[in-house]
């Protein structure tokens, strides 16, 4: 099996990004993989559902639950295009993830910022920085076109 790299995986990620986008979401976008294989997804659904916990990576950490039938994602990898908050950091903690890889850094409520970083899973591998300039743009039109 020949091993895609991160960028491929972020562009997916990204095109969700997009769907949240289109649909009025703050943008962000997030998929797991195992083995190559995406088996989670998911994009802001927040305004859409009413639901202030419908971040794209806790839809995408459900669904990646789901399709595994198991409770953690230790042989999984999060592709998401913002940094997560702390919510989305606890769940990425509790699914035991082996590691995250996000876009752009989120300096108001990015878990960088709140957290220590030992509260996050030592196990868990934290990469940033992939495609960084094409996530960061998608929020500030977002919040440009908000404004």
């Known amino acids: 099996m020949i091993a895609l790299d991160h960028a491929f995986f972020m562009k997916k990620a990204l095109l969700l990004?997009?769907?949240?986008?289109?649909?009025?979401?703050?943008?962000?976008?997030?998929?797991?993989v195992a083995n190559n294989e995406i088996i989670g997804?998911?994009?802001?659904?927040?305004?859409?559902l009413f639901d202030s916990t419908a971040h794209a990576e806790m839809l995408a950490i459900t669904a990646a639950f789901n399709h595994l039938q198991a409770k953690f994602l230790d042989q999984c990898i999060l592709y998401v295009t913002i940094?997560?908050?702390?919510?989305?950091?606890g769940a990425i903690k509790n699914a035991r993830l082996s590691k995250v890889v996000y876009g752009a850094?989120?300096?108001?409520?990015?878990?960088?910022?709140?957290?220590?970083?030992?509260?996050?899973?030592?196990?868990?591998e934290w990469i940033n920085g992939i495609m960084t300039d094409e996530c960061a743009a998608l929020m500030k039109n977002f919040f440009t076109q908000l404004r």
């Open 17 to 32: 990004a997009q769907q949240a986008y289109d649909e009025g979401e703050v943008p962000i976008g997030a998929i797991i």
């Open 83 to 89: 940094q997560p908050c702390v919510m989305c950091a």
């Open 41 to 48: 997804k998911g994009y802001n659904q927040v305004e859409r």
């Open 105 to 124: 850094n989120e300096p108001k409520t990015g878990c960088s910022m709140h957290l220590q970083p030992e509260f996050l899973n030592h196990k868990t």
